[in-house]
Structure formats: structure tokens, C-alpha cells
């Protein structure tokens, strides 16, 4: 399974036509997005509709979980936002939004809201959470003093063990991995992530 983990379009359909553009080239079976994919919910088009893959996502900070579940209705695709999707023995599961602004969940909703999903990947082999907030106490989180980490994400991470996060939010630190534990965390960015499983 080749996966290609993105995020923070902020409504940029050059962006994404670049990325999806690129998904082809790669080759990869499935496109993961981390949030933020429009700016404020103003436009839907040739943002997730721009991939031939299926799009796993999460909502950002800059939509509602409608526009999430809109997005991913229309195009086909699977909003993870407090659900799981499998395929073969790999399952992922997510939480949107973040620990602040307009669309902000608090840090209980955020672990809630992971643990909902997490029960249905128990019993996979490989286990991938995708969040749009990254943890707190991690590198990244250094990278801004806007937009603190998630205990509740940090939380989730600890009691759930999943093998990868796929997170975004802080543009600054695209492209920064790191581990909690076994767990690789890696905030893909807007540049984007492969990775083969």
C-alpha cells in the first residue's frame, strides 16, 4: 500500500492539482488528507475531486465537519472524523479540527473522538491516525506559539499505539517526524508525504 499524506490546502486548487499530479506519477493506492483543505469553507471545487485515488480526510481548523462530510460524499471518499476505514489488514482512524479557533474541539472531544474510531482498527495489523493538530511536547509544536499541540492527541498516541500519525497544521513544521514512543509522527504538510506500508 503506497499512500500519499497531505494537508493545509487552505482552498488552493493549484495546490492540489500538483499533488494529485503527483499521486499518479508515484503511483499511489490511496491519498490521506489532514485538514484545512479549503479556506473557511468558501469553495469545494477541484480540491479532493482533483485525485483519481480514494481520499481519506479530516477537517481542518478552516472547515466544519459538514464541509468534511460533503467533500468526502461527493467525491466519493471517507471523512474519518470520529470513524475508521480498512482495508486489508490496515486501518485508519482520525480526528479533525483543532484545539483552537472557530471550529475548535477541546481536548477531551479530540481523544473522544479518536478513541470512537480507534475500537474498529484493534485487531489490525497496522494502525494509521490522522489528526490535523499535532501532539503537544513535540518538536513541532516548538515551531508556533499560535497554535499549541493537542493533549488530546498526545493522549491518543499514548493509549492507542498507533504505528503512524499523520498530522499537519503548522506549516512551519512540514516535513518534521519524530516518535512518541513506536509511534512515527510526521506532519505531512502541503508538500506532502509517501509512504509505503
Known sequence: MKILAIGDFHGDTQLAKKAAERADEEKVDLVVICGDITQDGVTTDHLVGAFKQRVLLVPG???????ADFLAEAYKGKNLHGYAYRVDNLGFFGCGSANVGQFGLTEQEIFDTLRKGAKYTKD???????THVHPRGTLMAKFSNMVPGSDGVKKAVEE???????CSHVHEAEGIEEKIGNTRVINVGR???IVEL
Open 191 to 193: 508538500k506532502g508525504k
Open 124 to 130: 489490525c495489523r497496522k494502525k494509521i491516525m490522522v
Open 61 to 67: 481548523n478552516h472547515e466544519g465537519n459538514d464541509i
Open 160 to 166: 492507542f499505539q498507533p504505528d503512524i500519525l499523520f
